[in-house]
């Protein structure tokens, strides 16, 4: 991240905030297309399942596991950045 350009009064305040709210903004984005992709994948998988497809199973299964180790990770990250509380090591 670049050095901010104001770093005193008003106009570093709010470069501080913006700052602030872009990484927010960004974080969520990204959060809400990994949910996405996990949706997706649960419901492919459940159709392969249905299907009786049993390789096809196991490898949305695999990105399913994968996906949702994402969805907590990010989940903890969110939360660690909200609270400046560390909940993993």
Do not use: C
């Amino acid at each position: 991240m670049p050095a901010p350009f104001f770093t005193v009064g008003p106009f570093a305040k709010i470069e501080e905030r913006l700052d602030d709210f872009t990484s927010k903004i960004y974080l969520q984005k990204l959060y809400n297309e990994t949910v996405n992709q996990l949706i997706e994948v649960q419901q492919a998988y459940d159709l392969a399942v249905k299907e009786k497809e049993p390789d096809v199973a196991k490898s949305l299964k695999t990105q399913l596991d994968f996906l949702e180790n994402v969805v907590t990770l990010a989940s903890n990250n969110f939360a660690s950045f909200e609270s400046e509380k560390v909940y993993y090591d």
